[in-house]
């Protein structure tokens, strides 16, 4: 008699088969679609490792892109050694080995950024690469490097320290306060003259927009610089938070709903008193901006991930690479050639009118920082604020955020909803341990 083994498949479905199972036997247990399962589960294991290995792909090859710290400490060691350039980070960069290169940070290939530590300190490292056409050999032009010329004064190099800051900040009474400032930085061994190395130097300093924001703005709300060599420049660590962490990496961000990514930025984020004095710290640097010593500044990348706060949470600005003084933007927009105005843009979301009779951009920008600051407020701060200041609070920053008008004809409104802003705020926090 043929004995018969049970095979359980389901709960509730036995099949009774002999221990030689026969081909009739497998298409009742599969139901004839054992094939086709077989083929999905392989589509989708191949579809899981193609998918997989181009993610790892693209990280890697935007990293080796953009991280390319080694590329500018050869160049600058390079300089270094020839005696072109000169500067307080050299020596320990290039000789002694004391400057340690940690986390890369850059967002852009031009501009390289990393975490590090130097002389005991948690510091940034910032350094501009120029692109080569031989991506084995990058080398940037000397040209960087070719001014001041051998022969050159110091007073030649004031006039031409004083005619650079004139063309870009306009032309002020402080300024001569600042060229001063630019000299003191040079002289960085403190012997009381600059070299011609020293001067090359902080001259191809003076090129990178946020060197020049560094010294004119105050460094209770950017970064101290620490030191340089050549065009590299160390400031301090990255302050302890930073709202860029709440802000999701793009590729995650683009999968998630807008309210389910706002839920989590808010989850990363401080307390909302906390929240609240990080917001009157920005406020006051949107003031600084309208009313600084060295004339006036525009925000042309208005994001949390520009924008940071310390271990105490005063506010500091994370990246002013993207901070443009006015006049350097009149100069790119003026007389630029639109059609729309979109076609009239600095940076991000730096815009101005375009004349479309004439087919040229204006210089006067249409939204002010505050305006685009209080964009950003109205999701950071309304989530979670006390119930007996949100309605007030929601309506102050809806007025803030729709400012329209050219920048430079909305003085006094702006500064009335700015005092305004700071003053709900202040309020609210104030006698409390988070003052």
């Not at 199972?21 to 589960?41: D, E």
């Not at 009381?192 to 001067?199: G, I, T």
């Not at 990178?208 to 065009?231: I, K, T, V």
């Not at 990496?249 to 990514?261: E, K, N, Q, V």
Request: glycine share 6%; with cysteine; hydrophobic share 40%.
């Amino acid at each position: 008699m043929e004995r018969r083994v049970s095979w359980t498949f389901l709960p509730g479905l036995v099949l009774n088969c002999s221990p030689q199972i026969s081909a009739s036997c497998i298409t009742r247990i599969t139901g004839g679609r054992l094939p086709g399962l077989r083929a999905r589960y392989v589509l989708l294991i191949w579809l899981g490792i193609f998918v997989g290995s181009w993610m790892v792909y693209v990280h890697y090859s935007s990293y080796s892109e953009l991280c390319r710290g080694h590329v500018c400490q050869v160049v600058i060691c390079d300089q270094y050694h020839k005696g072109i350039i000169s500067g307080s980070v050299c020596r320990d960069l290039c000789e002694l080995n004391r400057v340690e290169w940690r986390a890369c940070l850059s967002s852009a290939p031009g501009q390289q950024v990393y975490s590090g530590r130097w002389q005991d300190k948690e510091v940034t490292i910032k350094c501009g690469i120029q692109e080569s056409f031989n991506p084995k050999a990058p080398r940037r032009e000397l040209v960087l490097f070719d001014k001041p010329t051998r022969g050159t004064s110091i007073k030649e190099f004031r006039e031409m320290t004083l005619g650079f800051l004139k063309a870009n900040l306009g032309d002020l009474p402080s300024l001569p306060a600042l060229v001063g400032q630019v000299l003191l930085v040079a002289d960085f061994n403190k012997d009381s003259r600059v070299s011609l190395a020293e001067a090359k130097s902080v001259w191809a300093l003076l090129q990178r927009n946020e060197f020049l924001l560094l010294l004119s703005l105050q460094e209770e709300h950017a970064s101290q610089l620490l030191g340089y060599c050549g065009d590299l420049y160390v400031t301090e660590g990255t302050p302890h938070g930073s709202w860029h962490r709440a802000a999701l990496p793009p590729t995650l961000r683009a999968l998630l709903p807008s309210a389910l990514h706002r839920a989590v930025q808010q989850w990363l984020s401080p307390a909302w008193p906390w929240r609240a004095k990080i917001a009157i710290g920005l406020l006051e640097f949107v003031e600084e901006l309208f009313h600084g010593a060295y004339g006036s500044f525009y925000m042309c990348d208005t994001t949390l991930a520009n924008v940071a706060y310390t271990a105490t949470y005063d506010f500091k600005m994370a990246d002013l690479q993207q901070v443009a003084p006015e006049a350097t933007v009149r100069r790119f927009l003026q007389g630029r050639h639109c059609e729309q105005s979109s076609d009239c843009t600095y940076g991000r979301d730096c815009r101005a009118p375009c004349d479309r009779l004439m087919r040229q951009c204006k210089g006067d920008l249409i939204q002010p920082n505050l305006a685009k600051v209080c964009e950003l407020l109205r999701d950071y701060l309304l989530p979670g604020a006390p119930a007996n200041l949100g309605e007030e609070l929601g309506k102050q920053l809806r007025t803030c955020a729709t400012l329209s008008g050219l920048a430079s004809q909305v003085e006094a409104h702006h500064s009335l909803v700015l005092s305004h802003l700071k003053t709900l705020l202040w309020k609210e926090i104030s006698n409390t341990k988070y003052s």
